[in-house]
């Protein structure tokens, strides 16, 4: 099976999925999957896909696919972890290293991304999107001239590649030669006309080449098109100090401290502008924040000290529900103490609620859903450690618990293990959970 899609779109549309019938083939998942990928419904293509793998586990193509779909879900760890094994099936895929260096490069790997662009490179040497990935990953770790090698092999094979000529202008500036950016800068605005970035960074350029009127004339324009760019702002300033029109100049740099005020490279220049203009008292308190500036934020929280606050961690872990269905009695009485414990715990009595809980698990101790139920009572009251414990042994009874995992992982990443948090949200996804997806997508990268 060798069809491949590379999706471009990004927009993630849910939609529910069909139940499988006995007649259905891993082929019809497989193209059911394709179907619904080209619709924009990843979510539905990843539950295809995974119904596709588990009829015919050693496909790479369904791998590769379902990677695709959770890559389009922002679920970059997830994805990974499919083209790894569509690679292990195909070694010879390059597009399965392009996409596996994709991910890596959104998960800031930019090593390992480079390593699968230079694979995918050797598999299929012409094709010029890979060597502007690569170019991307090697300017990420300042491996500037094999960057621009790279983006200039991007524009031989396509010479009106826009953001290879736009990164070839950048890398330019980075290697210091500024005449050289100017051309680079010049055929992206010949082809896109309103790409605001492009006017500021030939108005940089020229701000290098002491082409001050030039530079203020490209920052106008950039300004115009993006007028909340505060770097556009600083560089115009700079420029405007130079032709010592200082009142303007003080202007662009107070502009640059509204939409960024931790620039302290902004309050330097504007308590310079003040001084010439008289205003020393005012010069002396910028050119004291310029100095005293840092943007160390202390983070006063000792536990929680991921992305996810423990507010957030309350606010995500409430919107699952337990697991609480109306079960023939067994003779031990577990499914009794369970169901009281979830009553209590809505009274408001989360004490008693655990004392029912562990007498359930006593009297049943395969009792999955008791374990879960507890982990989620024991994070409501802050003691995430006990929570993962209680969520593990859940996990453990019940591989397949897709909510188990999702609040699993926003503990987990609550308390600083973004990666294990993220791989624990991208299993709950693949077991069709999705509202994992919205917490990768807002936390994951």
């Keep these: 099976m060798t069809r491949r899609f590379l999706p471009l779109a990004l927009l993630c549309i849910w939609a529910g999925f069909s139940t499988a019938t006995a007649q259905q083939t891993a082929a019809d998942f497989f193209e059911n999957g394709i179907t619904r990928s080209k619709t924009g419904d990843f979510t539905g293509a990843l539950q295809a896909f995974s119904m596709a793998i588990t ?6 193509a369904s791998y590769y696919n379902r990677g695709l779909a959770k890559a389009n879900l922002k679920d970059h760890r997830g994805a990974i972890l499919d083209y790894d094994r569509a690679i292990e099936l195909n070694a010879k895929d390059a597009l399965a290293y392009l996409s596996r260096g994709v991910s890596k490069s959104k998960q800031d790997d930019h090593r390992g991304a480079l390593l ?15 060597y502007y990935n690569r170019g991307v990953s090697r300017s990420r770790i300042e491996q500037h001239r094999g960057a621009l090698a790279d983006f200039t092999r991007t524009i031989e094979l396509e010479p009106n590649n826009v953001p290879a000529l736009y990164a070839r202008g950048i890398t330019k500036q980075k290697l210091e030669d500024y005449a050289g950016s100017l051309a680079d800068f010049s055929k992206v605005l010949e082809m896109n006309p309103r790409r605001a970035q492009a006017f500021a960074g030939r108005g940089v350029s020229k701000l290098e080449l002491k082409d001050y009127t030039g530079a203020i004339a490209d920052l106008n324009a950039a300004i115009e098109l993006g007028p909340e760019d505060a770097e556009s702002f600083y560089y115009r300033g700079f420029a405007k100090a130079k032709l010592e029109d200082y009142k303007g100049a003080l202007a662009d740099y107070s502009r640059t401290l509204t939409l960024n ?7 330097y220049g504007r308590g310079f502008c003040r001084s010439k203009l008289g205003d020393q008292k005012g010069a002396i308190q910028d050119f004291n924040t310029a100095i005293e500036a840092n943007n160390t934020n202390a983070d006063a929280k000792i536990y929680y000290n991921g992305k996810i606050t423990r507010q957030t961690l309350d606010n995500l872990r409430n919107v699952v529900q337990e697991r609480n269905k109306i079960n023939a009695l067994s003779d031990e009485r577990a499914e009794a103490y369970y169901s009281r414990a979830v009553s209590k715990n809505k009274q408001g009595d989360a004490k008693a609620a655990i004392v029912d809980l562990n007498k359930a698990i006593e009297l049943s101790p395969t009792y999955a859903e008791a374990y879960f139920t507890l982990g989620m009572i024991k994070s409501a009251l802050g003691d995430q450690k006990g929570a993962v414990m209680d969520l593990n042994s859940a996990i453990k009874l019940n591989p397949r618990y897709a909510e188990v995992y999702y609040v699993r992982g926003i503990i987990k990443h609550a308390l600083g293990d973004e990666n294990g948090g993220c791989l624990d949200l991208s299993k709950a996804g693949e077991l069709g959970y999705t509202p994992s997806y919205k917490v990768i997508s807002d936390y994951c990268n």
């Design 55 to 60: 009829m015919n586990p050693e496909n790479a």
């Design 116 to 130: 699968d662009f230079s694979r995918a490179i050797e598999l299929n040497p012409d094709d010029p999107q890979t």
């Design 261 to 267: 005020g931790d620039n302290f490279r902004a309050y």
